[in-house]
Structure formats: C-alpha cells, structure tokens
C-alpha cells in the first residue's frame, strides 16, 4: 500500500491539515490499514522534500499543518494511477514452498498438509465475510478492501484444490514426485525475486 | 431440536465390482437458524449428501432425521408431505418452469401441498417482496436476469414456513456480486430461524457459512471453528509504505 500516493489522492482534493489527512485515509480505507500519525508526517516531509506537495510554511509541526498538492504532485499521481504493480515475477511463496516440501519428507501426507492450510483459509475468509456482512453494505471504500482479500485467499484455496487434485492423479499415475532440480531450473527460468 | 441430523450416513452405487462408495459413515447436525456449507472437490458425494438429506434418497446405511423424526420411519406420503413443506431447494441451475410467471412459480409450493391459489398467491407475493422483486412478480422466467431468477429460487425454497433449506451450488454461473446476494438472502433467512446446507466447491460462498464442512472420498475430513469476530483482522498496525 503506497501511503505516500494515498496522500497525494487525498490532496488532489483540496488542502488538507495532517490529521485530516490521517483520518480521511483511513475512513476511504473502510479502516483496514491503520496508519500511525508518525507514518503520516514522515511522508508529508518527504512529499515536501520531493516538491510533490507544499505546507502553509507555518513552522507548527503539528496536526493544523495545511498541505496542498503541487503540479509536480499531480502528475506523480496520474502516473502512479496508471503503473501495474510488479506481479511480473513469482514472489518466493511460502505456502508453495511447504506443500513441495511435504511431498519428500517421509511420514508426512501431503493431502492433509494441504487440507490444514484450506481450512485456516477458509476461515480467514469466513472472518473476512462477516466483516463484509457486518459493514461493506453502507462502506464502498471497506466492501472493495474485502472483496480484494477474499479474492487473494480464495486463488490460493484455488491453488491448493488443483494440488490436491493435480497430486491425486499423479499418484494414480504413479508419477515420481518432483525432484528439487526442477525447481531450481525453474527458479532460474523465471527469475524469481526471493 | 435438531433442523437436520445425519447419523452414519453410508451410501453405496452398484454391485460388486463396479461398487461405488459415494458416502462412508457421514455425521452431521445443523441446528436451527445456522448454516452449514459443504465443500469438496467434484466427486467427493457432496451432492448425494444433498439429495439424501432432503429425503430425494436412501442411504444404503445410517439414519436421517428432520426435525428429530428418522426417515426411515416415514411413508412415501410422509416423506412427500415434508418435501412440500419442510424442505426447500435450491439448484444450480434455478429449475423454474418456464410456463409459470415469478409469483407462480413461488406460489407452486404451497398449491401443491392444498393451499388454495388465492392464499397461495398472496404468499409467493410476500416472498417475492422479501426479496425485492415485487414488481417483477408478473414476469417469466425468461423475462428475468439470472440473479432475478435466482432469487425467485430462493422464495420459493423458503415461501410458507420452511425451516430447511438445501442449496446445491446457488450461485450458479452468476458473477460474484450476484452470489453475493444469493448468499446475503440465505442468511437473511437463517436470521429467520432457517436452516441451511450449502454444497459448493467455491470458497466465497461457503465463507457465508457458521460452519464449514470438507468432504473428500464420500468422508467428512475436517470442518472449520466457529468463527472469530472480523475485530481480529483489524488489529494489524499500519503496513508497509
């Protein structure tokens, strides 16, 4: 979460004081991503710093601080708005990590590995949805913040059925299991960022 | 009481060799006014579950009861009364005739079980004004959207005084803000004291759910805890810049 551009999209708005600012990110953030009034002020330095954004020039540093945003401001959020995230390279996951893991360690089945991580998932989504059932219906900001978590943890339950799947048929296959070869030379294909 | 228990429910397809065990041995109790999802991969009996449950199956062991009354002890009428009654379905694929208008369609129900159309009619209404679809209530199905016709299933799953409700995959082929709301009025309707069973492969909905079942190989293998407050997702202090 760039806080640094969610300030900029609040000033885009009109001046703003500090704890203004503070109070509006989190209230647009249906509140699911506190911020601490540090975080706030380290990030208006910076924003100043860089010429994004100007101060009242009053030397009180505290919360009645007014900013308003720059031109330069502006066009740092036009180009923020519009730059993809880096979803380029598979970051290092470490629930991949524990399923292949578990296919070699002796004892171990992997179908209940996986069958412990759907379940705490799901209830991370049941907790998820609640909060959805509780509050999004009367909070935009709060039901798109949810449906993007449930979609997150719902992939990965995804995820974890086709390798319940994909392995149950390997099996019946009487596949072998992946050796860690493979998984370097993957590794060096895909360029993977640790 | 019990809305709906079963009791080591087995359930076996063919003979011999080409024996298919699509159930072992399954439990299950779902009280009044709670929801309870099943899920599972394609095969794993989520379905025969289902349809046992509300009675459209035998098991070939183990015991149903609706209400705290065993199955086994009812008549083909018996077992028919408590289907026009007691159960309400819901399917994939919405199952309305197409001959029928929404309000009759609801109203089908109740006609069927004796109720005279004049009744029958105002209370299809009323489950359709529930619903919000008041003013769709003249309409055929093939004058209604998919998430419209979904809801009608739904009235009509509940219309009257239904206190079980089995869903097998609601929301269907709908986008996700429509199940959303298919999933908001089965809740809606366990508020009311109903009880539900859920079957489905897809996490967000079974996510509405109390309780979550996993069926895998005809087999209850895990189901969740009861749910902590969504307060314990919001405690983490802000994250990185």
């Known amino acids: 979460m760039s806080v640094r551009h969610a300030l900029l999209a609040l000033l885009s708005e009109g001046p703003k004081y500090g704890l203004q600012l503070r109070e509006e990110f989190e209230a647009r953030t249906g509140e699911v991503w506190p911020l601490n009034v540090g975080q706030v002020y380290t990030t208006l330095q910076r924003l100043e710093r860089d010429g994004l954004v100007e101060s009242d020039g009053s030397t009180d540093e505290g919360p009645q601080k007014g900013f308003r945003i720059t031109s330069g401001g502006e066009e740092e959020l036009a180009a923020w708005l519009r730059t993809p995230p880096d979803l380029s390279s598979p970051p290092r996951d470490e629930l991949v990590m524990k399923v292949l893991v578990a296919l070699r360690v002796p004892g171990v089945d992997v179908h209940d590995v996986i069958q412990v991580h759907r379940r705490y998932l799901v209830e991370l989504m049941q907790q998820w949805t609640r909060l959805k059932e509780d509050e999004a219906e009367f909070d935009l900001g709060l039901a798109l913040v949810v449906d993007a978590e449930l979609f997150r943890l719902d992939s990965v339950i995804r995820w974890l059925d086709a390798a319940d799947g994909r392995l149950k048929r390997a099996a019946a296959d009487g596949l072998p299991v992946p050796v860690p070869a493979a998984l370097t030379r993957l590794r060096r294909r895909a360029g993977v960022r640790s | 009481m019990t809305a709906l228990e079963l009791r080591g429910v087995s359930k076996t397809y063919g003979e011999g060799a080409a024996v298919v065990q699509a159930l072992s041995g399954v439990s299950l109790s779902v009280?009044?006014?709670?929801?309870?999802?099943?899920?599972?991969?394609?095969?794993?009996?989520?379905?025969?579950?289902?349809?046992?449950?509300?009675?459209?199956?035998?098991?070939?062991?183990?015991?149903?009861?609706?209400?705290?009354?065993?199955l086994s002890r009812m008549s083909r009428n018996g077992k028919a009364r408590l289907r026009r009654r007691s159960i309400g379905y819901v399917f994939q694929d919405f199952n309305l005739l197409p001959g029928l208008t929404a309000a009759e369609n609801v109203a089908l129900p109740l006609e069927l079980d004796g109720l005279i159309a004049r009744k029958a009619r105002a209370a299809g209404l009323r489950a359709l004004e529930d619903l919000g679809l008041a003013e769709r209530a003249g309409q055929y199905p093939d004058q209604l959207s998919g998430g419209e016709r979904q809801r009608v299933a739904i009235a009509r799953a509940v219309v009257g005084h239904r206190n079980l409700l089995l869903a097998d995959e609601p929301s269907g082929a709908l986008d996700s803000v429509n199940g959303e709301a298919v999933m908001r009025l089965v809740h809606e309707a366990c508020k009311r004291g109903v009880a539900a069973v859920v079957v489905t492969h897809d996490a967000q909905l079974a996510s509405w759910a109390d309780r979550v079942v996993f069926l895998r190989d005809g087999r209850i293998v895990d189901q969740t805890a009861p749910p902590a407050g969504p307060e314990s997702l919001l405690t983490t202090p802000g994250q990185s810049q």
């Open chain 2, 31 to 70: 009280e009044p006014g709670a929801m309870v999802a099943v899920m599972g991969p394609s095969g794993s009996g989520k379905s025969t579950l289902l349809t046992i449950a509300g009675s459209l199956e035998e098991p070939t062991s183990g015991e149903v009861l609706i209400d705290g009354a065993p």
